[in-house]
């Protein structure tokens, strides 16, 4: 069976700092897929990225980075000098591959909170 | 843009009514999904539908059933609202059944069972 592990339940930081946000996945597929989705008060989880298992290059978009290894089989997600706005409950997702409706098996999410 | 869209964001009912949540998405997605968030549970999976008239439970069907009569709406109905079920319910879309497709989000519904 699929899990995430996100161990961090919350987060504060001072407005500039930089913030890192973990997340530990098991799966027995070799193929896989991983997620990072945003949700920020009003509710709505918003995709963020996207990654699939032979792709293990660092991701850059923005004050948003995302650090993806195998070996220990982790996604973390890494923002850059903080803002208020970035203050949301942020979901670490894992899919499995071909023929699977089901998709998702979320973490339990962290909520970060930045401080002025 | 993907738009998923609930057709209510706050409801308040009496426990053993009958409650209807909606849901519609404009992007001729051919899945659907039912999760319900709570606090330190994270998203736990109702119901997903992967095509018309057809549903499949997910980890938590118990209480609760789906109707898809129609490619853009799926509908999940508690047949007799209990207080364990007040939550936040969030429907999803997504393209089909190929792995790792995004899966796009309504912005929730707040049910409250009194």
């Known amino acids: 069976a699929q899990k995430v592990t996100q161990a961090q339940t919350e987060i504060s930081v001072v407005e500039k700092e930089d913030v890192t946000l973990d997340c530990v996945y098991e799966t027995r597929d070799t193929t896989y897929y991983l997620f990072w989705y945003k949700q920020p008060p009003s509710g709505e989880l918003v995709f963020l990225i996207r990654r699939n298992s032979f792709d293990e290059q660092n991701e850059i978009s923005g004050r948003y980075s995302w650090n993806f290894q195998k070996s220990t089989s982790s996604f973390n997600f890494t923002i850059t000098a903080s803002q208020v706005v970035d203050s949301a409950v942020y979901f670490c997702?894992?899919?499995?591959?071909?023929?699977?409706?089901?998709?998702?098996?979320f973490g339990s999410g962290t909520q970060l909170t930045v401080l002025p | 843009d993907v738009k998923v869209t609930q057709s209510s964001r706050y409801l308040v009912k009496r426990t053993g009514e009958k409650v209807f949540l909606e849901c519609v998405q404009d992007?001729?997605?051919?899945?659907m999904f039912w999760y319900r968030q709570d606090p330190g549970l994270g998203l736990r999976l109702i119901y997903f539908?992967?095509?018309?008239?057809?549903?499949e439970k997910g980890d938590i069907p118990e209480g609760y059933s789906v109707s898809r009569e129609k490619k853009e709406r799926f509908s999940l109905i508690l047949e007799s609202a209990s207080t364990n079920q007040t939550s936040m319910y969030l429907c999803a879309s997504s393209l089909d059944r190929t792995g790792g497709n995004t899966i796009y989000f309504g912005e929730g519904s707040w049910l409250t069972v009194v």
């Open positions: 539908s992967y095509d018309v008239k057809m549903k």
């Open positions: 997702a894992l899919s499995e591959e071909i023929g699977s409706a089901r998709q998702l098996t």
């Open positions: 992007m001729d997605h051919e899945n």
